[in-house]
DNA sequence: ATGAAAGCGCTAACAC
DNA sequence: GTGTTAGCGCTTTCAT
């Protein structure tokens, strides 16, 4: 019975296929499909012969074909802006132990923050048919023309201007908020705030909620001061050294996003300043993953796990009802406020 | 000459096929094909209206049927034990590179150090019928008769029982043994040594090192201490701290993986003692991705950037030229051997 | 230079 | 219960 399919191909290098199995147990490939799948019935001795075949032939179905057929590809799509940030990585994974347990896999690209990249994965994912996209934005306006119409998308973290999408967000201002007033209580007065460039809403946000604390603690204006740092590490470190070294040390430091944070570290550091005793720090964002900074930083910190569990249980409710269509709708999730030793507050170990 | 396919799907949901295409233009498919292809010639009238209804209709080519038709799905695997472990990530990151330059995409699994999950991995990027599979493997022996044979695989980090696969791991055993040996040069002579679970041949080949230091720095065995700490950071900080707290402090300290290492910098800080005053420490692994701890560590820091890099280079050289089957086949990555302050030398900044 | 048609591997509707 | 077959969207060979 076996034999046929093994002069027909060269069965060791190209995998059987559905045909083989059928033509090994004698039987219609319909009868195959149907016990793969599960539906409709097979008498038991058929059963048997047909499962005898699939372990002889290792038969694999072909889910390119499966997929075609049936206008499904159990995978996901998921655009992010840097596939090595250890932030996002924590969204990956919870997102990735949802799609698991629907037997979903992931498709994973990287924009790094490149416009042009970001159109360019999202065209690489509608041509692959992934059932569904969670992107990170890079925040540039989406042209939406070019945009899939008929895959359900989900926007996380980053708002798009004009945003027609489910989205999940941080929230951000009164998180803001809260860091400039644990700082004032603990006695800051004069206050540097390193930030990055306001070109994304998060940013925006984080300075609003600073905003709204100078006016509400009544701090002195005046005694400000608002610095952006730049980008990357290195270079934020930078500005933070020459900065200090000319204007002189405040009373407390905020930086509003984890590579501001790192590089504030970094300048105290190697200026041998001390935390909390010289200088008050606080911070957005999570730069200890190890739990082994000292001081420890007090910092909002984003949950990206809840935003990725949040996003991908909307997108396989949206999957599921086949609710293609996109529309406006925000959901919120609060970052933690993480009370460290930074700013002078008493560790509870 | 649009209007059929107008009337004949729900075109604003359902996307373009390349038959509305070849009939909006007025041509037949096979010359829809050509152009996109840039197979074959095509007249500079036909291509233009082609081309206008491709933009009319907003069409996108469908992957999955081309993958059926070409046996080719410019699809990479990526199996990984945990898709948040930073270190792990860089290496995700420079094969994306590598990949998104080739125009593949990723599909990343995580089997969590399980290896049922791990063989389901395999199956689904099997089925999934991706060109090729990049794996961190659990360690656990593959059972080869499962796994793909017509797909080049390459294992990476971790060795295969029995290995019969192309793959890229670190170098262990020098690295090792230099950390030991730089405990030596700063004077410790009692040395402690945290490790993980003996099972994957790198902590074996870690204690190999620190086996051959003992006996080739002249090292008396009676004095070195082995303490197998566990997987997660919180139980190895907490042996680490009732053993030091039993025991009392060595001179040295070399924690074989950064977990080890992690959890030896939380239970030290705990205990309040000094880095390198009291003790000195080295490890392997990068603990500090944003370079913010003091004193900095001396520390093995894996390439895992090359690592990714070299298996994404063989492996797209074996899809081109269709070396599908595997074979044992080993490359040795060296990690670099970071100085820090934490063994007493002096920075030089 | 363009069209016609076979077929990739599978599912599902229908026939027996 | 099981077999037959159309067709998913595309590429590619062969006619013309």
Redesign the interface.
């Known amino acids: 019975m076996l034999y046929k399919c093994f002069e027909k191909r060269e069965w ?4 059987a296929t559905i045909k083989d199995v059928a033509a090994a147990a004698g039987v219609s490939v319909g009868t195959v499909s149907k016990l793969i799948n599960k539906s409709g019935y097979v008498s038991d001795k058929i059963r048997e012969r047909v499962l005898l075949a699939i372990t002889l032939l ?1 038969y ?6 499966r ?2 057929k049936q206008s499904k ?1 159990h ?1 996901l799509g998921l655009i992010v802006d ?5 932030s996002i ?2 969204m ?2 919870s997102i ?1 132990d949802a799609a ?1 347990n629907k037997s979903y ?6 924009h790094n923050n490149d416009s042009d990249q970001e159109m360019k994965a999202f ?7 992934v059932d569904g996209i969670i992107a990170i934005p890079t925040g540039a306006e989406l042209d939406e ?2 945009l ?3 895959i359900p998308i989900m926007t996380v973290e980053r708002k798009v201007k004009y945003n027609r999408f489910y989205s999940v967000v941080h929230e951000n201002i009164h998180s803001s908020f809260s860091l400039v007033q644990h700082l004032y209580i603990h006695g800051c007065r004069r206050l540097l705030f390193i930030h990055g460039p306001l070109l994304d809403h998060v940013e925006q946000e984080r300075h609003q909620g600073i905003r709204q604390a100078i006016g509400q603690l009544g701090l002195d204006p005046e005694l400000q001061i608002f610095l952006e740092a730049g980008t990357d ?1 290195a270079s934020i470190s930078g500005a933070v050294s020459s900065h200090l070294g000319s204007s002189g040390l405040p009373e407390g430091i905020y930086a509003t996003n ?1 590579l501001s944070l ?1 590089g504030t ?2 300048a105290l ?2 200026m041998d300043i001390k935390v909390p005793g010289d200088v008050a720090v606080a911070g957005f964002g999570d ?8 001081p420890t930083l007090t910092a909002a910190k984003e949950d990206f796990n809840e935003v990725g569990k949040i996003a991908a249980e909307i997108l396989f409710e949206r999957i599921e009802n086949k609710m ?1 269509y996109n529309q406006p709708k925000e959901f919120i999730v609060a970052p933690r406020l993480f009370i460290g030793t930074s700013c002078g507050s008493h560790s509870h ?1």
């Open positions: 060791w290098l190209i995998s290792n694999q179905p072909n889910a390119v074909a997929s075609l590809t995978l840097d596939i090595s940030n250890p990585t924590k990956m994974k990735e698991r896999n992931l498709i994973i690209c990287s065209q690489w994912l509608q041509e692959k048919r023309l070019q899939p119409s008929s590490i984890r790192a570290i970094q550091w190697s730069i200890d993953p190890y739990g082994i900074l000292r293609r170990s």
